[in-house]
């Protein structure tokens, strides 16, 4: 499988050119086809010719002519074409008559990925923060406007954050003593605990990518009456993949999922989602304001954006999710997934075999961490600050094991053994150059 080239890369400017073509026929044709600002035939017209132009939003084998079906049948629909160039706002359901059922159609499908059974649903998020609040928010409004959050110390910082601006009691932290969740001092925290509970875990820690014991802890959620909230906006992309998601045993399991398609999804900003396994619990955000969605109007069949968001005006975000589910499908996210992966392991070797550095552990998913061997601290901070002050490479940096370690997460499919072993080489001559005084050879 061909690696479709980066919009940031060299080749991305003449890859952009035909997709601008696209746009550009798109708004002449939907201008031509619908003949005023908005389709006729109202909501069930454009539901009806949106589903079959989209048909399965993510097929096992992808479609490469999702980009012209999807934009075009996009462009038919959309309000305004000329002043919003494919940028309605989310907000009424006339605004976006063709990107509301999109939405639909996306989330729901989205959602059954995580929750293949019961009444699922997930709505569109700026990412892993929002989608994390939102949790927290629904999670209180279920439990009758209080819970009490109890995350483990790997946890994201957005979850404490969370808590901390809807007004919510002090988390409690369980210790994470491996970099993950420890599910025996959870059970011990939720026997001792009580009131309304929220349980956040991770799948794909923002340090290292690991993942949380998630059969566990739904198992101590389910005995302790305790509501599960998984934040998976980096290990959820490997749903797509057959060879990894069985990583994410028990994921179904939660009440609430964090997606981020912005990291295993290839998606420019925003991309994030939250999953719900019951859709009852999206009721709490109903809210009503009468130039947006009066009564009379939902009960005549407009549908009510309000709910689906706790924002107001917002980007049809969902287009860029559909082309990509569609024109990948499952078979060629999955793809990806495992390239970036075996990428990974990869580059952990590489900092195996090389006598100069030390790996901290096999890589879980797309993320590696090394250090020089021997380096202090302040000398593994200098090696990152140096690349990037040089403009040679993006390193991140993480804390476990009372050690700082220089982060690689591979994202990149494109991502070759070159590559590979030019960062280490990169990272190798900045220590050198910085604690020896010379540049190896």
């Given at each position: 499988?061909?690696?479709p080239?980066l919009?940031?890369?060299?080749?991305?400017p003449?890859?952009?050119?035909?997709?601008?073509?696209?746009?550009?026929?798109?708004?002449?044709?939907?201008a031509?086809?619908?003949?005023g600002?908005?389709?006729?035939g109202g909501?069930e017209?454009?539901?009806?010719?949106?589903r079959?132009a989209?048909g399965?939003?993510?097929?096992?084998?992808g479609?490469?002519?999702a980009?012209?079906?999807?934009?075009?049948?996009?462009?038919?629909?959309?309000?305004?074409?000329?002043a919003?160039?494919l940028?309605?706002s989310?907000?009424?359901?006339?605004?976006?008559?063709?990107?509301?059922?999109?939405?639909?159609?996306?989330?729901?499908?989205?959602?059954?990925e995580?929750?293949?059974?019961g009444?699922?649903?997930?709505?569109?998020?700026?990412g892993g923060?929002?989608?994390?609040?939102l949790?927290?928010l629904?999670?209180?409004?279920a439990h009758?406007?209080?819970?009490?959050?109890?995350c483990?110390?790997?946890?994201?910082?957005?979850?404490?954050?969370?808590?901390?601006?809807?007004?919510l009691?002090?988390p409690?932290?369980?210790?994470?003593?491996?970099?993950?969740?420890?599910?025996?001092?959870?059970?011990?925290?939720?026997?001792?605990?009580?009131?309304?509970l929220?349980?956040?875990a991770?799948?794909?820690?923002?340090?290292?990518?690991?993942?949380?014991?998630?059969?566990?802890?739904?198992?101590?959620?389910?005995a302790?009456?305790?509501r599960?909230?998984?934040?998976?906006?980096?290990g959820?992309?490997?749903?797509?993949s057959?060879?990894?998601r069985t990583r994410?045993t028990?994921l179904?399991?939660?009440?609430?999922?964090?997606?981020?398609?912005?990291?295993?999804?290839?998606?420019?900003?925003?991309?994030g989602?939250?999953a719900?396994?019951?859709?009852?619990?999206?009721t709490?955000?109903?809210?009503?304001?009468?130039y947006?969605?009066a009564?009379?109007d939902?009960?005549?069949?407009?549908?009510?954006?309000?709910?689906?968001?706790?924002?107001t005006?917002?980007?049809?975000?969902?287009l860029?999710?559909?082309?990509t589910?569609?024109?990948?499908?499952?078979?060629?996210?999955?793809?990806?997934?495992?390239?970036?992966?075996a990428?990974?392991?990869?580059?952990?070797?590489?900092?195996?075999?090389?006598?100069?550095?030390?790996l901290?552990?096999?890589?879980?998913?797309?993320?590696?961490?090394?250090r020089p061997t021997?380096?202090?601290d302040?000398?593994?901070?200098?090696?990152?600050?140096?690349?990037?002050?040089?403009?040679?490479?993006?390193?991140?940096?993480?804390?476990l094991?009372?050690r700082?370690?220089?982060?690689?997460?591979?994202?990149?499919?494109?991502?070759?053994?070159d590559?590979l072993a030019?960062l280490?080489?990169?990272?190798?001559?900045?220590?050198?150059?910085?604690?020896?005084?010379?540049?190896?050879?």
């Open positions: 499988m061909s690696t080239p919009a940031s890369g060299h080749e991305g003449h890859a952009l050119r035909p997709l601008l073509d696209t746009v550009l026929d798109a708004l002449d044709t939907g031509r086809a619908r003949g600002p908005l389709p006729a909501p017209a454009v539901a009806a010719r949106t079959k989209v399965d939003v993510l097929p096992d084998r479609d490469p002519h980009v012209r079906t999807l934009v075009h049948a996009f462009a038919e629909t959309a309000a305004d074409l000329a919003s160039a940028n309605p989310m907000d009424s359901w006339d605004q976006a008559p063709g990107a509301s059922e999109l939405e639909r159609l996306v989330a729901g499908a989205l959602a059954r995580i929750h293949p059974t009444t699922p649903d997930s709505l569109v998020t700026t923060t929002e989608s994390n609040q949790a927290l629904l999670a209180r409004e009758g406007g209080t819970v009490r959050l109890v483990g110390a790997n946890a994201h910082h957005s979850l404490p954050r969370a808590a901390w601006l809807l007004g009691p002090e409690v932290v369980v210790p994470a003593p491996r970099g993950t969740l420890d599910p025996d001092a959870l059970d011990a925290a939720l026997t001792r605990l009580s009131g309304p929220l349980v956040a991770t799948a794909g820690t923002t340090d290292a990518g690991l993942i949380d014991p998630l059969p566990e802890i739904a198992a101590h959620c389910t302790h009456g305790a599960l909230h998984v934040d998976a906006a980096y959820g992309g490997l749903l797509f057959d060879r990894h994410l028990g179904d399991a939660a009440d609430t999922v964090t997606l981020d398609l912005h990291k295993l999804g290839w998606q420019p900003v925003a991309a989602l939250l719900v396994r019951d859709t009852r619990d999206l709490a955000l109903r809210h009503r304001a009468d947006l969605n009564d009379d939902t009960d005549a069949g407009l549908p009510d954006l309000l709910g689906r968001s706790l924002r005006t917002r980007r049809p975000d969902v860029k999710l559909a082309v589910l569609k024109t990948l499908g499952r078979s060629g996210l999955g793809a990806l997934v495992d390239q970036v992966c990428h990974a392991r990869q580059l952990a070797a590489l900092v195996d075999e090389h006598p100069g550095f030390e901290h552990a096999p890589p879980v998913i797309s993320t590696v961490l090394f021997g380096a202090t302040t000398t593994v901070a200098a090696v990152r600050r140096a690349l990037l002050t040089d403009g040679a490479a993006v390193l991140g940096r993480a804390r094991d009372g700082l370690w220089l982060k690689a997460t591979l994202l990149n499919p494109a991502t070759g053994p590559d030019a280490l080489h990169l990272a190798a001559a900045s220590r050198a150059t910085l604690v020896e005084g010379h540049t190896p050879r």
